[in-house]
C-alpha cells in the first residue's frame, strides 16, 4: 500500500502525467474546431496538435531540472529521453503515417479497378507529428512543470 501512495505521490510522476493529460483534452477540441466534428478516440490517439509525447517528456525534463538542476543526472536523463522522442515524433513516425496514407488509398485504388479484394486492413494513419505540433507539446510541457512546481508542489 505504501507503494502506491508513494507512486500516486511522485512529483515527477503526476506532472509528467498531467501535462499528457492536457495534451490529449486539448487535442480533442482542437480537432473539433478544424474538423467540425467531436471525436473523443483522440483522447488515447497518436499524432495531432498538440504532441502528447513532446508534453510528457519535455514536462519531465523541465520538473527534474527545477528539483535537482541542470547538472543533475535525472536531468541528464529525463532530457536526452525528451530528445529522443521529440526527434522520433517529426521523424520515424511521421513518415510512418505517410506510408500508411499511400498505403491505404494504393489498396483503395486496387479494390476499385480490380476484382480481387484485399483483406480488410486498414493502416493507422495519425502516428506523428509536424514540428509545429511537437514545438507545441514542448511548450505545453515546460508550462504545465512550472504550474506544477511552483503552485501545487509547493
Same mark, same amino acid.
Given at each position: 500500500?505504501?507503494?502506491?501512495?508513494?507512486?500516486?505521490?511522485?512529483?515527477?510522476? @503526476?506532472?509528467?502525467?498531467?501535462?499528457?493529460?492536457?495534451?490529449?483534452?486539448?487535442?480533442?477540441?482542437?480537432?473539433?474546431?478544424?474538423?467540425?466534428?467531436?471525436?473523443?478516440?483522440?483522447?488515447?490517439?497518436?499524432?495531432?496538435?498538440?504532441?502528447?509525447?513532446?508534453?510528457?517528456?519535455?514536462?519531465?525534463?523541465?520538473?527534474?531540472?527545477?528539483?535537482?538542476?541542470?547538472?543533475?543526472?535525472? /536531468?541528464?536523463?529525463?532530457?536526452?529521453?525528451?530528445?529522443?522522442?521529440?526527434?522520433?515524433?517529426?521523424?520515424?513516425?511521421?513518415?510512418?503515417?505517410?506510408?500508411?496514407?499511400?498505403?491505404?488509398?494504393?489498396?483503395?485504388?486496387?479494390?476499385?479497378?480490380?476484382?480481387? $479484394? @484485399?483483406? $480488410?486492413?486498414? @493502416?493507422?494513419?495519425?502516428?506523428?507529428?509536424?514540428?509545429?505540433?511537437?514545438?507545441?507539446?514542448?511548450?505545453?510541457?515546460?508550462?504545465?512543470? /512550472?504550474?506544477?512546481? /511552483?503552485?501545487?508542489?509547493?
Amino acid at each position: 500500500m505504501d507503494f502506491l501512495l508513494d507512486f500516486l505521490s511522485n512529483k515527477f510522476f @503526476l506532472t509528467a502525467m498531467a501535462s499528457w493529460t492536457v495534451a490529449q483534452v486539448l487535442k480533442v477540441f482542437i480537432y473539433a474546431i478544424i474538423n467540425k466534428t467531436w471525436d473523443f478516440s483522440r483522447l488515447f490517439g497518436d499524432g495531432g496538435m498538440p504532441s502528447g509525447h513532446s508534453a510528457t517528456v519535455s514536462s519531465l525534463a523541465t520538473i527534474c531540472a527545477l528539483t535537482y538542476g541542470f547538472n543533475s543526472f535525472e /536531468f541528464a536523463i529525463s532530457g536526452i529521453l525528451a530528445i529522443i522522442v521529440c526527434h522520433d515524433a517529426m521523424g520515424v513516425r511521421r513518415e510512418a503515417g505517410k506510408h500508411a496514407k499511400l498505403l491505404n488509398l494504393l489498396v483503395d485504388s486496387y479494390e476499385k479497378f480490380s476484382k480481387n $479484394e @484485399l483483406p $480488410e486492413v486498414v @493502416l493507422k494513419e495519425f502516428v506523428g507529428h509536424t514540428p509545429l505540433q511537437v514545438t507545441t507539446g514542448i511548450i505545453l510541457g515546460i508550462t504545465c512543470a /512550472f504550474v506544477m512546481h /511552483f503552485w501545487i508542489f509547493i
